[in-house]
């Protein structure tokens, strides 16, 4: 890579920002742009599975970036492009329909938009993985995790200040700017020679048949079933309970990004620091207390912080999840294979979106909270299979994965 280490570094910052600010709008407003055209909560938690499912298909997406250069530009970059303008493009289309008499075109319209963020997200990964040596790997997975936040936390702010002054299109609009942001400094970007070693082999599959990497992926699916279903309900919560505003809406989603921020900038160094058995056990800990404190909320101000210390916990947990699956992955099956990570984790955060409607729907947002932290303590079967039972020196406790 021709880029020096502050800018690739800053190239994937932005990228993940570019990401965040959709993030931002599809986990925290979207509700309530959906609930504002009369859409139940079930309606909402179904589109928002829908609009994951090329998260789930992107395996197919990182197969074809690990495979071919696309017009001679590189195995990722020139789909990196496409993935962007297809999110920019298609945000400017979906601005223009009713979600409530057209409800269908809609749903469609967020899966092209978030197919195109799959794209661009699982060849940064790639590109990620193609480029960065094993000892950086938690500090990139922190810039990524941090730079995605970032996009939360400007776009939250930004998005309800623009909506009430303006109009919900203009949000829309704003989304499609920023997805632009990272552009200049992909179209810059030379890819090296692929070595050899490096070259897509289907063999490199097989290391899923392991037991300790079939079951750190079910650890995704779990975190991410937990902390993105948790992740939809807070907004909705606080404007049952307390009437909030859309300007209060979009600070509260700011407060999440800004604890997110704080998670993945410590996650990827604690990751290395404490062990990655450790790692995960915290993780799981921090979360399970967030949770309980979101059910627990009494007035918009205990909220604030509230909401930092969950951002914070499900920084933490991601970025802990990304960095071991990324030190997982075999170079040969790069961009497929972590793909395949983070599919299974977003099977999870597809089926908790649903779920996690559903069960507010039923039972409350603060009941639900109360379950979902109770499922987040399922980690504590998952760990020994994935880390073993035998107590081992920080950082090397993966190696029955191998």
């Given amino acids: 890579m021709n880029l020096s280490r502050p800018v690739r570094y800053a190239m994937f910052a932005l990228l993940y920002f570019a990401q965040g600010a959709i993030v931002a709008y599809f986990a925290a407003l979207n509700s309530l742009y959906l609930l504002s055209y009369g859409l139940t909560m079930q309606q909402v938690g179904v589109i928002g599975t829908i609009a994951l499912i090329p998260f789930v298909l992107k395996i197919f997406l990182g197969m074809l970036s690990d495979r071919f250069s696309l017009l001679g ?36 319209l967020a899966f092209i938009i978030m197919t195109g963020q799959a794209l661009y997200d699982t060849c940064t990964d790639g590109l990620a993985l193609d480029t960065t ?15 995605r936040a970032m996009g939360v ?14 109009s919900w299109q203009a949000a829309f609009i704003l989304l499609a700017v920023l997805t632009l942001v990272p552009l200049p400094l992909v179209l810059f970007l030379k890819e090296g020679a692929r070595p050899a070693e490096r070259s897509f082999k289907w063999g490199a599959f097989k290391a899923f048949g392991n037991l300790p ?46 604890g997110v921020v704080l998670g993945g900038l410590t996650g990827g160094r604690l990751v290395d620091a404490i062990g990655q058995r450790k790692a995960v056990l915290s993780a799981m800990t921090i979360t399970t207390l967030s949770l309980l404190a979101m059910a627990a909320i009494s007035s ?19 970025t802990v999840y990304f960095a071991i699956s990324m030190n997982k992955t075999d170079p040969r099956i790069a961009a497929s294979m972590f793909s395949i990570f983070m599919a299974i984790a ?14 507010a729907d039923g039972v409350g947002f603060r009941m639900t909270f109360v379950i979902l ?17 035998a107590k081992q020196p920080a950082g090397q406790e993966v190696t029955s994965a191998d």
Avoid: C
């Avoid at 493009?89 to 009713?98: A, C, H, P, R």
């Avoid at 991410?224 to 909030?244: C, K």
């Fill in 73 to 108: 530009m590189g195995h990722r970059k020139p789909y990196i492009i496409v993935g962007l303008l297809i999110q920019a493009g298609f945000l400017l289309v979906i601005m223009s329909v009713n979600p409530a008499s057209q409800y269908g075109l809609f749903a469609a």
């Fill in 133 to 147: 040596p094993k000892e950086e790997m938690g500090t990139i997975q922190g810039f990524m995790v941090g730079g």
């Fill in 153 to 166: 936390v400007i776009i939250s702010g930004l998005i309800g200040v623009l909506v009430e002054a303006t």
């Fill in 213 to 258: 990497v079939l079951t750190l992926a079910l650890l995704g699916a779990l975190y991410s079933f937990v902390t993105n279903g948790a992740n939809e309900l807070f907004n909705p919560l606080l404007q049952q309970d307390f009437d909030i505003s859309i300007t209060t809406a979009g600070l509260v989603a700011t407060a999440w990004g800004i």
């Fill in 300 to 318: 918009t101000a205990v909220a604030f912080p509230v909401i930092i210390f969950f951002g914070l916990a499900y920084g933490y947990y991601e």
């Fill in 346 to 359: 977003n099977i999870g955060t597809g089926i908790g979106l649903s779920a996690a409607g559903s069960l």
């Fill in 373 to 389: 932290a109770g499922i987040n303590l399922l980690a504590l079967v998952l760990v020994p299979v994935i880390f073993g039972r």
